[in-house]
Nanobody
Framework: QVQLVESGGGSVQAGSSRRLSCAVSGRIYSSSFMAWFRQAPGKGREFVAGLRMNGNTYYSDSVKGRFTISRDNGPKTVYLQMNNLKAEDTAVYYC????????????????WGQGTQVTIFS
């Protein structure tokens, strides 16, 4: 069993930066894929960034070049560094784990955190 707890959300000004953290408990296997999703009001859950245990990273086109996903050893924590934030980044951000490997489809994921709200104001 894996438990995920996100933190770091809040209200930030457009153009600024914010780092989200996802505390991980339980065992993460080498085949696992860890990802950040987000869900804006009235919209579906959207893939933002993902990370294989070998270090390969993946990003949606909307955040590529602005967001960076990383992890510490373990992993015990997965991070999402968000730079040059825009109004359209406003959403609830979720950390998730897929045990079988790379996927951008929310329905494939086995474990989810409770989410953390990020609101961008101008």
């Amino acid at each position: 069993q894996v438990q995920l707890v996100e933190s770091g959300g809040g209200s930030v000004q457009a153009g600024s930066s914010r780092r989200l953290s996802c505390a991980v408990s339980g065992r993460i296997y080498s085949s696992s894929f860890m990802a950040w999703f987000r869900q804006a009001p009235g919209k579906g859950r959207e893939f933002v960034a993902g990370l294989r245990m070998n270090g390969n990273t993946y990003y949606s086109d909307s955040v590529k070049g602005r967001f960076t996903i990383s992890r510490d050893n373990g992993p015990k924590t997965v991070y999402l560094q968000m730079n040059n934030l825009k109004a359209e980044d406003t959403a609830v951000y979720y950390c998730a784990v897929e045990r079988q490997g790379y996927s951008r489809t929310p329905e494939d994921y086995d474990y989810w955190g409770q989410g953390t709200q990020v609101t961008i104001f101008s």
